[in-house]
């Protein structure tokens, strides 16, 4: 080991000792109030291991919400080791005062370590709320900073209020964004300079859902994507915290224009992993029709493969004459219509409870949730004529066997005259009349089959299906469905090897190796 290996294994080493240290101190709760998640050593250096350093002149760094100030530290460390010759100023944004003391320590040894190898390093800690101090909020405004050259964080989580500070102060400087992990970004974005850098782990769900759209497009026209790497699980890289969030590794670089250069996809079960690392083309990232901007990252040639397979499907729902809307009736609206059991003047209500095996099951006799709600004027509206529809549960657990949940509504087997579908479920249907039993039948089984599980698994960042999901998947044709459906008939449920193989047989040329479980 060189001299410089030594002094930067040093510096990560007494880091990562602090960031330990206050994890096992700081309360649970607290740190999930505010989103708190420290990056390990091991982490922070694979992070600042994708960034790309220049031999010489000055490197502006900021890391907002820097906890212990382990990615500034990994960023030195490799500095030391990689361009000593570059010229280093650190700003540290931290709002929470009880780890202010580990930071300023963390940058103090910084500053030193580099020093002893002959590096240039200066550093600041900025104690305030990052995106009031990024926006120049209040008494925080500030005169006009330098840009940054690069931007490294792991920001904190959580859903933002439409009507909190936070959200109103970023969507007025750059976008409007769901969570505070997307308002970190968007404001880390506008403090690049041009050809400047970020370096970032975050949940992936910013990838694709209705929810970051603007956010993806904002991020898309501003920055060139460079890389992109996943983890099986975040609880894997987060080992002493509780977080049960997919996440991603991404860098990018501040644009002028969009742009459509090829993009470095890796993967690993972890950070101990040797990374599976391929090229691809960008518009298999985005797809350039996409009006959602979904980011699609596919891990390796099996992803490729089921990529190119869902890709190669022939129907959108529009040709299809299909349409995919979310549940009408939201329960805590309409709690003096609902009725806990049927009752004359009264129509089924439908919630994921009463989906088993591909169909539905009502009533459901003691169930938490109500089987029904009374046909009024002020609820009729709620409801639609009764028919076969496909209904698909909104939410999974992680620990669910499938992502998605498919069952049909049979009229056949529940006679009524309207029916409701509550808000945590979705429901095909055609213009809000039921579908063809056999085209119902064929979509059920499609939905519940291990090819498109495989798919949502890995292209989603996400348990919750919505409906703005479902449309931008692609479908087997109307005379495919209409055989699947016809090929399952009016019979019990098949299993799941069933499935896939009238997948396989009538959704020809499906790669056989996909269809099957795994």
């Not at 840009?147 to 936070?166: A, H, Q, W």
């Not at 992990?181 to 050809?195: N, R």
């Not at 990018?252 to 224009?257: G, K, L």
């Not at 909104?394 to 808000?423: H, M, Q, T």
Request: charged residues 20%; proline residues 6%; aromatic residues 8%.
């Amino acid at each position: 080991m060189t001299t410089a290996e030594l002094t930067s294994f040093q510096l990560m080493e007494r880091t990562e000792v602090r960031r330990q240290s206050l994890s096992s101190q700081l309360e649970v709760k607290r740190r999930a109030r505010l989103g708190q998640f420290f990056t390990p050593a091991p982490v922070a250096e694979f992070i600042a291991s994708l960034v790309t350093l220049p031999q010489a002149g000055l490197l502006r760094v900021l890391e907002p919400g820097a906890g212990v100030g382990s990615l500034a530290a990994a960023i030195v460390a490799r500095v030391i080791r990689e361009s000593p010759g570059v010229q280093l100023e650190l700003t540290a944004c931290e709002i929470d005062e009880t780890l202010r003391e580990a930071l300023e320590a963390t940058l103090e040894d910084c500053v030193a370590t580099a020093a002893v190898a002959g590096v240039k390093v200066t550093a600041q800690v900025i104690g305030a709320n990052y995106v009031e101090w990024a926006t120049g909020a209040g008494d925080l405004l500030t005169p006009m900073r330098e840009p940054f050259d690069l931007i490294v964080m792991n920001p904190p989580y959580g859903k933002i209020n439409r009507t909190s500070l936070e959200r109103r102060l970023t969507e007025t400087a750059t976008v409007e964004v769901p969570n505070i992990y997307a308002a970190f970004l968007a404001l880390g974005i506008s403090q690049l300079a041009l050809g400047g850098q970020i370096a970032a782990i975050t949940p992936r769900s910013f990838t694709n859902g209705p929810y970051f759209r603007s956010f993806r497009r904002f991020f898309l026209e501003t920055m060139r994507l460079d890389l992109l790497h996943v983890f099986e699980s975040r609880s894997t890289v987060f080992a002493d915290t509780n977080v049960l969030q997919e996440n991603v590794i991404f860098t990018a670089t501040r644009s002028q224009m969009p742009d459509r250069t090829p993009v470095t996809i890796s993967a690993s079960a972890d950070y101990k992993d040797t990374p599976e690392t391929h090229v691809v083309p960008y518009d298999q990232v985005v797809h350039p029709k996409d009006s959602e901007y979904f980011l699609h990252i596919s891990a390796g040639d099996e992803d490729t493969a089921l990529a190119a397979a869902l890709a190669a499907l022939p129907s959108t729902l529009s040709d299809l004459q299909i349409q995919v809307s979310t549940g009408r009736v939201v329960d805590f609206r309409a709690t003096e219509h609902l009725r806990a059991d049927p009752e004359p003047g009264a129509a089924p209500l439908i919630y994921p409870l009463h989906m088993h095996e591909g169909q539905i099951r009502w009533p459901v006799p003691g169930a938490k949730k109500c089987n029904a709600i009374m046909v009024t004027p002020a609820t009729v509206k709620q409801t639609v004529p009764s028919g076969h529809y496909v209904v698909v549960k909104r939410l999974s657990s992680k620990e669910e066997r499938r992502r998605v949940v498919a069952a049909v509504f049979d009229p056949d087997e529940i006679a009524c005259e309207v029916v409701g579908f509550e808000n945590h479920v979705n429901y095909f249907h055609h213009n809000h009349q039921g579908l063809a039993p056999e085209v119902a039948r064929g979509l059920c089984l499609w939905l519940n089959s291990t090819l498109l599980d495989r798919f949502i698994r890995r292209f989603s960042g996400h348990t919750q299906i919505n409906a703005t999901d479902l449309r931008n998947l692609r479908y087997p044709s109307t005379q495919q469905l209409s055989a699947l459906g016809t090929a399952w008939g009016a019979g019990s449920w098949p299993d799941q090897k069933k499935i896939d193989s009238l997948v396989g047989q009538h959704l020809e040329p499906m790669p056989a190796n996909l269809s099957g479980d795994e």
